[in-house]
């Protein structure tokens, strides 16, 4: 973590760099400035290489207080610090409404000194993940064994696979409450919660200073056992290592990767990235590709009492195999590509078979559910070879009757599979209907609508906070969309209302 140094004391100057450099770690002073036009002068031209800027109220030219406000307004991501005495406490007060991080109370005590750049040093990892920033290759890169900073992915429910939109499907109702739980084990400053792709899913890093990495990971194990209890599955991945700053990103995409090869239904676990479990069998795989050939027949030859005993039997098996979700994945493009080869061309679906197993996947937390949506996909395709489908005006009408439900509720907290719950649907049929006539699933319609309703709050009522925006088109999480409205329109929301 690069941290720039202001002070007019060189004595104190001194001391303080040398403090630092005491501490170890990733810490390294980039440069030093005597007076508030120097640092000003540097910053301009090193601004994107400050992590910390840490600067006295009391300097010559331009205050503390007027290079802190300058820095927030041009340099937001540079995390503020000033220096002050009690006589100048008020200073600080003032200074910490005004966006500043933290203070430090001179003479500058060693431990608090680090516990706040500890502070710093989290809010930086967070800071990384949650914009995407790239890592910059200067600055020390730290022992292993001096951070204490360790990386996990906590997700509730399948791990989203394929085109999926930044959206989850009401899992996020049945996820436990990782903040409350967490506070059980460690203080606030302890740990951090960083939004991941969905709601449903969230990173958690963690500062565990004392012991070496294993028992770290040991105690992460514990806090972490209760949940897999949960409804529905729980899938935790632990980061290889102590992450730093220049690591973090990388690790975090590794913990993604790990939870896409090993998630899977009713399969709660704790994951060590790097030391998961042996690759499914090919043979466990095989046998469930027997059936594929069985039901595209039988859906061919409209046998559909047959077809719905066949896919309960293909699901036990599956359920008996337990295999990985992305696996699962695979063997439901491939059955959709099979059962499309030989259903009419007026018949077969337009859509392809990878977004239609992406749907079902992504909304079936259970072997339950998982045949519930299946099966609700076949028999749309049986009703139209059986002529007893409904009239495509029937469908549109149904199709108008979501979109209104869907712009009259998108304030509330509404997601695809309360959506097919309200008209009486499996989630996966819903999707794969909208598709059809909008071309667009219904959680991604939600998104557009929540977005385009955003940008008007954030052009037309400025004085609105982030979060008040959020939660008025039904974001409790701000800072989820925050990402979600990044991903969405190009920009953050702040940004976005600094352009209108």
Not at 11 to 23: F, G, Q, Y
Not at 285 to 290: D, K, N, S, T
Request: aromatic share 12%; net charge negative.
């Amino acid at each position: 973590m690069n941290i720039f140094l202001i002070e007019d004391e060189p004595p104190i100057l001194r001391s303080l760099k040398n403090t630092i450099h005491s501490l170890g770690g990733d810490y390294t002073v980039i440069g030093t400035a005597g007076t508030g036009q120097a640092a000003m002068d540097f910053i301009r031209v090193h601004h994107n290489e400050i992590d910390v800027m840490i600067t006295d109220i009391q300097i010559p030219i331009i205050t503390g207080l007027e290079l802190t406000a300058y820095t927030a307004r041009n340099y937001p991501d540079i995390l503020t610090v000033i220096l002050t005495g009690y006589s100048r406490f008020e200073y600080a007060r003032t200074a910490l409404q005004n966006g500043v991080f933290d203070y430090l109370l001179k003479p500058v005590d060693k431990k608090e000194l680090e516990n706040l750049l500890r502070k710093a040093y989290a809010q930086k990892c967070v800071s990384r993940l949650n914009t995407g920033m790239t890592p910059r290759t200067s600055g020390s890169t730290p022992p292993a064994d001096q951070e204490g900073y360790v990386l996990s992915l906590f997700c509730c429910g399948p791990y989203q696979t394929g085109p999926a939109e930044l959206s989850a499907y009401g899992f996020i109702n049945a996820c436990p409450d990782l903040k409350t739980h967490m506070k059980k084990y460690l203080p606030e400053d302890a740990f951090w919660i960083i939004p991941g792709n969905t709601p449903a899913d969230h990173y958690v890093l963690f500062f565990l200073p004392d012991g070496d990495f294993d028992t770290a990971r040991e105690k992460i194990t514990g806090y972490y056992t209760p949940l897999l209890t949960a409804i529905p599955t729980v899938t935790v991945v632990i980061s290889p290592d102590y992450v730093s700053l220049s690591s973090i990103r990388t690790e975090a995409a590794r913990l993604r990767e790990s939870a896409v090869q090993h998630a899977a239904p009713e399969k709660p676990q704790i994951l060590y990235c790097g030391q998961e479990t042996p690759a499914f069998s090919s043979d466990h795989a095989a046998a469930l590709r027997i059936y594929h050939d069985r039901l595209a027949g039988l859906l061919a030859q409209k046998s559909l009492v047959f077809f719905h005993t066949e896919l309960k039997n293909y699901i036990r098996k599956m359920h008996q195999y337990l295999p990985p979700q992305h696996l699962i994945f695979e063997l439901l493009c491939d059955l959709f590509r099979l059962c499309f080869e030989r259903l009419p061309s007026d018949i077969a679906d337009s859509t392809d078979a990878y977004t239609i197993a992406s749907d079902v996947i992504n909304c079936s937390e259970s072997y339950a559910v998982l045949f519930e949506n299946l099966n609700s996909i076949f028999d749309s395709y049986f009703e139209m070879l059986l002529k007893d489908t409904p009239s495509p005006v029937h469908k549109e009408d149904i199709i108008m009757q979501v979109d209104t439900y869907i712009k009259e509720n998108y304030s509330k907290d509404i997601n695809t599979t309360t959506i097919a719950e309200h008209f009486n649907f499996t989630p996966a049929y819903l999707s794969k209907l909208f598709r059809e006539h909008k071309s667009v699933t219904p959680s991604a319609y939600l998104l557009q609508i929540r977005i385009n309703k955003a940008k008007e709050l954030l052009k037309d009522r400025p004085e609105y906070k982030i979060k008040d925006v959020a939660a008025y088109i039904g974001y409790e999480d701000p800072l989820y969309f925050s990402k979600v409205f990044k991903k969405a329109v190009g920009m953050s929301p702040r940004e976005f209302q600094e352009t209108v």
